[in-house]
């Protein structure tokens, strides 16, 4: 949704509310009171009713602008994080020949499982709720001026955290046998907030 698109329609609506009261500056002296007045409240109510419009056209507009902007910090997070995987056997194997010691080496595969199978089971919560979080927007569509601008404060906190919880994800790349559980306690605790501004912004929702 454009700035222009929605001018337009505001200005075509502009262009019928003056069209309406030159029709009622045309009555001249033959217009009673009563008909005056009800051109005046006739103009008022097309001057609420294009506020309101314009006013959810630039809402759904932003959300748009927000919502593409977060799908593009998240393909760049993919994308990275497929090229870390590509590279991560290589490093594994290289990791494991310069071991001194065959035990070391069967260590370190061992490691290796837990870190990536960790890995694994936490991007799979991360992409459940990133698509409840696409359902819940997709509800929100029928919400009033008022009730959107609630919702999107709410879901403002929900895409800052799944911006965290993402970095939190690229944290398990560089996990150590001595780090791992670290890495796994603040993805843990990041993902409970994320969980919880959520269900804050589905409360917003009728």
């Not at 879901?155 to 800052?160: F, G, L, N, P, S």
């Not at 799944?162 to 306690?185: C, K, P, R, W, Y």
Request: aromatic share 4%; net charge positive; hydrophobic share 40%.
């Amino acid at each position: 949704m454009s700035f222009r698109v929605v001018s337009s329609t505001f200005r075509g609506q502009w262009l019928g509310l003056a069209t309406t009261l030159l029709l009622a500056g045309c009555g001249g002296a033959r217009s009673d009171p009563n008909t005056i007045e009800q051109f005046r409240e006739n103009a008022q109510a097309h001057v609420a009713e294009a506020r309101v419009h314009t006013e959810k056209r630039l809402a759904e507009a932003e959300r748009q602008i927000q919502a593409l902007k977060l799908d593009l910090e998240r393909t760049r997070k993919d994308l990275d994080h497929a090229l870390r995987k590509e590279l991560r056997p290589a490093a594994a194997a290289a990791e494991t020949a310069s071991s001194p010691a065959k035990a070391v080496g069967s260590a370190t595969t061992g490691f290796r499982a837990r870190a990536t199978a960790a890995e694994k089971q936490s991007m799979d919560r991360v992409s459940a709720i990133d698509r409840e979080i696409k359902v819940v927007e997709q509800r929100a569509q029928r919400l009033d001026v008022q009730s959107r601008g609630r919702f999107e404060s709410a879901m403002q906190r929900v895409r800052q955290q799944l911006e965290i919880v993402s970095n939190d994800l690229g944290e398990f790349d560089h996990a150590t046998e001595q780090t791992l559980e670290t890495v796994q306690l603040r993805f843990e605790q990041d993902f409970s907030k994320l969980r919880e501004h959520l269900e804050t912004a589905k409360q917003r929702l009728p």
